[in-house]
């Protein structure tokens, strides 16, 4: 995954619209990203940091409460930033590219600097993620994230109070344009950046196709479908779930089985490129806990095993739709090289899976987390109200 040091960064590379059946292929810039790596930040444990945020997504009404956490959302063991022009001539800021969020935000770092192309609407915003918070005043301006992905008249919100946000500007909203409700004073919702490339006709669908690759040493976001040199196998798709409050994310229904023996029946879950860990139901938890023989570590709060216990390790396999994706053992496990910084041991063997806090039957039984994501392509399709995923080169790497 990543060399061992508490900051650093990797480019996510190559925006390109690609085939993705029925997805149309178009020519689109590149765009760099980073990612930060943070994991000692405010001495948060990941799953204390996973499990906030996880409690805002099962509890929409802490999105309209601002300060509900003490935990910080740039916090998070990884996250993934764009350089965003706002403005004409722009005002570079650092922004979290976020899947689970959709309002997009700056100043809480660098103040927002006006423009001719600034134009005040007199509401108010606020937002709250489980992980920090921020309020201030709504403005339509140009967004720039490429030098062919210019937004005129984008709804941003600007800052005059953030919690949460230490070493970035704002956020880069990419979630479900539903996410904004109720966060803008005097209108239900505002359209996404992903909403105005579509209807200006940038991009031809409005989807967006995440790769993340274990090492880190590349990724890619793809506006507009997927990038078939990204993957080994075709992207199958499914359904947005109809089980709130998955359904207001980009949630999905899935079953989980450890070997041949089932931890989870099917149930509705979300995907979501802002959670580091993979997330189950305290139920599905204890199963995979007692099947593997780990023990719950009180310095890293994940699970951990022995030698010998990995190397009997078996295949989780994740039922979405008619596929199955198996996690191989080396994708259940945290890459060793990074133990330390997460106050664990440099000779132990964490696990990634990790318990969501509460039984089944929230609503929200599962989160598809960072881990899950490094090893099989998403793509979040808001045109055809679909999630869709595929196997990389990365799918059984055994570089953890």
């Known amino acids: 995954?990543?060399?061992?040091?508490?900051?650093?960064?990797?480019?996510?590379?190559?925006?390109?619209?690609v085939d993705a059946s029925p997805l149309r292929r178009e020519a689109v810039p590149t765009l760099a990203f980073t990612a930060r790596m943070n994991a000692r930040a405010n001495n948060v444990k990941i799953v204390d940091a996973d499990r906030a945020r996880v409690k805002a997504m099962q509890d929409p009404s802490i999105s309209k409460r601002a300060g509900s956490s003490s935990f910080s959302i740039a916090s998070a063991v990884t996250s993934y930033t764009a350089q965003v022009g706002v403005g004409s001539p722009a005002t570079q800021y650092t922004l979290i590219i976020d899947t689970g969020s959709s309002n997009t935000w700056v100043g809480a770092n660098t103040a927002y600097k006006r423009t001719n192309t600034s134009v005040a609407t007199g509401d108010s915003v606020s937002v709250s993620y489980g992980t920090g918070s921020f309020s201030g005043e709504e403005y339509l301006d140009t967004v720039t994230l490429g030098s062919h992905l210019v937004i005129t008249k984008q709804s941003i919100g600007v800052a005059k109070s953030a919690q949460g946000f230490e070493y970035v500007d704002g956020i880069l909203g990419v979630g479900p344009t539903v996410q904004t409700q109720g966060t803008v004073s005097n209108v239900d919702t505002v359209p996404t950046v992903t909403d105005n490339l579509y209807r200006k006709g940038t991009i031809g669908t409005e989807a967006l196709g995440v790769y993340f690759a274990p090492g880190g040493s590349a990724g890619e976001l793809t506006f507009g479908g997927s990038d078939s040199s990204k993957t080994t196998s075709s992207v199958n798709y499914v359904p947005i779930t109809t089980t709130s409050p998955s359904s207001q994310y980009w949630g999905i229904?899935?079953?989980?089985?450890?070997?041949?023996?089932?931890?989870?029946?099917?149930?509705?879950?979300?995907?979501?490129?802002?959670?580091?860990?993979?997330?189950?139901?305290?139920?599905?938890?204890?199963?995979?806990?007692?099947?593997?023989?780990?023990?719950?570590?009180?310095?890293?709060?994940?699970?951990?095993?022995?030698?010998?216990?990995?190397?009997?390790?078996?295949?989780?396999?994740?039922?979405?739709?008619?596929?199955?994706?198996?996690?191989?053992?080396?994708?259940?496990?945290?890459?060793?090289?990074?133990?330390?910084?997460?106050?664990?041991?440099?000779?132990?063997?964490?696990?990634v899976v990790n318990d969501i806090g509460s039984n089944s039957g929230t609503g929200v039984d599962f989160v598809n987390g960072y881990s899950f994501l490094q090893r099989f392509y998403s793509v979040y399709d808001t045109t055809h109200h679909r999630v869709g995923f595929a196997t990389t080169s990365s799918t059984s790497a055994v570089s953890n």
């Open 253 to 351: 229904d899935q079953s989980i089985t450890y070997g041949s023996s089932t931890i989870l029946s099917a149930t509705a879950g979300i995907v979501d490129t802002g959670t580091t860990l993979i997330l189950i139901a305290t139920d599905a938890f204890n199963k995979y806990k007692s099947a593997t023989g780990a023990t719950l570590d009180a310095n890293t709060g994940l699970l951990m095993i022995t030698s010998a216990q990995y190397s009997k390790l078996q295949t989780l396999n994740f039922k979405i739709g008619g596929t199955s994706y198996g996690l191989t053992p080396n994708g259940q496990i945290w890459p060793r090289s990074l133990n330390t910084d997460i106050g664990g041991s440099s000779n132990k063997i964490y696990l």
């Open 1 to 17: 995954m990543f060399p061992s040091n508490a900051l650093l960064s990797i480019l996510l590379m190559a925006l390109s619209v």
